[in-house]
């Protein structure tokens, strides 16, 4: 049930962002966030499941090239293209998840941060992405009017 509601999640992404143009994915109307686009909302989607299961988990770090907690600078990628990286990464996830014991722990964390299981990885990526398409309705009304859910 709970990568379940996780790939629900996950699905959600690409119905969010359907139906609209690269100008309007690329768009940031909240003035204090410049760098707060539908593009980056994605990539950054991408970059935390790629963050959680293959460099902490997996202890992969020499993937990290990024803060996970920052949103990317805005891509030039083409939506469709960033989409289907997305869809990429979360097929890797879902194998790293379905090949390993969800009490397992991580290999890696951060400094000053506690070793956690896959379980809570898959509870807070849960959330991560629930929150984090709540962005994308808030962004897509203010550049499309529609929330498309």
Excluded at 68 to 84: C, G, K, M, N, Q
Excluded at 95 to 107: G, M, T
Aim: charged share 20%.
């Amino acid at each position: 049930m709970l990568t379940g509601w996780l790939d629900w999640q996950r699905n959600t992404v690409r119905l969010k962002c359907q139906g609209l143009s690269e100008d309007q994915v690329r768009r940031a109307p909240l003035p204090a966030s410049p760098r707060m686009t539908i593009a980056t909302v994605v990539a950054h989607l991408c970059w935390v499941e790629l963050a959680w299961f293959e460099v902490s988990f997996l202890g992969a770090c020499h993937l990290a090239t990024q803060d996970p907690l920052e949103l990317p600078t805005p891509p030039a990628t083409p939506l469709a293209v960033l989409l289907d990286e997305y869809d990429a990464q979360c097929v890797r996830s879902r194998e790293i998840v379905a090949a390993r014991d969800l009490d397992e722990i991580e290999a890696w964390a951060p400094a000053g941060l506690e070793l956690v299981s896959l379980r809570w990885i898959v509870n807070h990526l849960l959330e991560e992405t629930a929150r984090h398409l709540g962005h994308l309705d808030t962004l897509r009304e203010l550049t499309h009017d529609t929330t498309n859910y």
